[in-house]
C-alpha cells in the first residue's frame, strides 16, 4: 500500500483558509470567496502551476465537497413552488439534458478509450466468455491521456 501524504491536501486547505481572509482586508474588492478560491486552485493546480495534484487524500475531500454540496442544493429547492408551467419546463429540461448525454454515448458505443479492449463493457464478461477482463497492475495517475483510474 503507498503511503499517503497530505502536503497536497495542505496546499488546499490552506488556500481555502486565505481567499476568505484576502478578501477581508480589501472590502472594496467586492468578490464571492468561492471565486477566488476557485480562480486560486486553477493556478496552483496541475492545470496552472503544478503546485497541488489530486492524490487520494485531495479527491476524497473533494468527493465529500460534492455531495455537501449537492445536499445543499436540494435543500435550497422548494417543492411548493415546482408546480403547473415551471414543473413542465424542469421535465422538459431534464430529458432534453439526459438525450444529450445518452444518444452521442449510444451513437459512440463502439468507440473505445485508448488503452482499452472494447466498449468499457469488458469487465462484465459473461460466465462462459473465454474473453478476460483487462485490470491493469498500475492504475493511470490523473492527467495521462485525461483519465482517471479508480481502484
Avoid: C
Avoid at 486565505?18 to 482586508?25: D, I, Q, R, S, W
Avoid at 413552488?81 to 431534464?94: C, D, N, P, Q, S
Avoid at 478476460?132 to 492504475?139: E, G, I, K, L, N
Wanted: glycine share 12%; net charge neutral.
Amino acid at each position: 500500500m503507498p503511503a499517503v501524504q497530505y502536503t497536497n491536501l495542505l496546499i488546499v486547505v490552506t488556500i481555502g483558509l486565505l481567499a476568505p481572509l484576502a478578501l477581508g482586508f480589501f472590502p472594496r474588492f467586492r468578490l464571492p470567496a468561492i471565486v477566488l478560491e476557485l480562480a486560486l486552485g486553477i493556478v496552483i493546480g496541475p492545470a496552472g502551476l503544478g503546485w497541488a495534484k489530486p492524490d487520494l487524500p485531495v479527491s476524497i475531500l473533494s468527493l465529500i465537497g460534492l455531495a455537501f454540496l449537492l445536499f445543499l442544493s436540494g435543500l435550497e429547492i422548494d417543492v411548493e413552488r415546482l408546480r403547473g408551467r415551471i414543473l413542465k419546463l424542469t421535465a422538459l429540461g431534464f430529458t432534453m439534458s439526459f438525450a444529450i448525454a445518452i444518444i452521442p454515448g449510444r451513437v459512440a458505443g463502439g468507440i473505445a478509450a485508448p488503452g482499452s479492449h472494447g466498449s468499457g463493457r469488458d469487465t462484465l464478461a459473461s460466465p462462459g466468455s473465454s474473453h478476460q477482463p483487462s485490470v491493469r497492475a498500475d492504475p493511470l495517475p490523473v492527467g495521462e491521456q485525461g483519465w482517471l483510474s479508480f481502484e
